[in-house]
């Protein structure tokens, strides 16, 4: 049991180091546009962080990373001696990179910090290869989707200053498109809502993934009815428009960055506590883990990371309140979807591709692609490191355990 503990609270570190590590992710495009000061913005971030506890209810994140590492692979002791070394790798290079400013992802530090110790622990068959395919591959798509959709909601603002009935047009089918998935993807089935709600109308709102959905819509609904005066508004009025979306935007992205990780924490402590025999599987998670991770995340966004918010806020590309709204409302987009995907994939790398996305509909050479290609690196070698850091840190915990 004491074993647990400590697990448990190393997990909980390592939750509160991603919440300060990752708090560039969240803020850094608000203070880089002055929207926000650095304690205003990181105040914001973390409320928004903790929010998500509210409003992703499913885990499916959590259920991934769980499943990591066959849990019949390996005893009781080993299990546990498995998350102990990859949690010890996770903060390691969490640390590492925090102190040289490096915005590396703090969720592939964990997934490959877990399947290192794994494979050290019960060799390649011990480890589930379809999550860490998916989650790798997610090294490239998750910025490549965040600067997609980043360049399309760019283009979107850009044409709508532009007089005439198109913009108007272009905005209304994006309404009608909304509304149209929202109507073919709210769970109404009584039978799949939890049934301790007697109104009808709050378990189709609040329960299973409805509201995450009813709230990104809402989001791109009001962006579109406030294109409709854009073209009205000069450059002052428009600016302090977008000032003041950004602080939605800002906040949507930070309930995606609480959300997807805070989560990876939460398979980890599960996948803990079903090694002890404290549970038999996923679904008996209790309600403290989600509670814990979630309050960690938000504590430690609190603490800020300034060293990343330099790198992020300012040397990929110089963002204004009109790019920050874009960027952030990208991310979010992106981080909402994988996570009803069931697909960790990093903050980081979804917000910094949707910062290149928006500098690129500027001109390509507003972004500065050295800046982009070193952290191309450090992406690409978070998870090999973190396997081979937690490999080595099992080996000698086992001398000890």
Known sequence: MSFLIVIIALALIFDYINGFHDAANSIATVVSTKVLTPFQAVIWAAVFNFAAFFIFKDHGVADTVAKTVKPDAVDKVGMLTVVFSGLIAAIAWNLLTWWFGIPSSSSHTLIGGFAGAGIAAGGWDAVNSAPIIRTASFIILAPVV?????????????????????????????IGGVLYFLYTHLETDPAKLKSHYESYFWKVVFFSSNFKWILLSLILICL???????????????TDWFKRLQLVSSAAFSIGHGGNDAQKVMGIITAALIANGDIASFHEMPTWVPLACYTAIGLGTMSGGWKIIKTMGTRITKVTPFEGVAAETAGAITLFVTEALKIPVSTTHTITGSIIGVGATKRLSAVRWGVTINLLWAWILTIPVSAL?????????KLFI
């Open 146 to 174: 965040g600067m997609i959709i980043a360049f399309i909601i760019s283009l979107w603002f850009i044409f709508s200053f532009r007089k005439g009935l198109m913009p108007k047009l272009v905005s209304l089918l994006i």
């Open 224 to 238: 579109a009815i406030f294109t409709f005066w854009l073209n009205t508004l000069n450059a002052t009025k428009s």
């Open 389 to 397: 850091l937690a490999a080595l840190v099992y080996f000698i915990a």
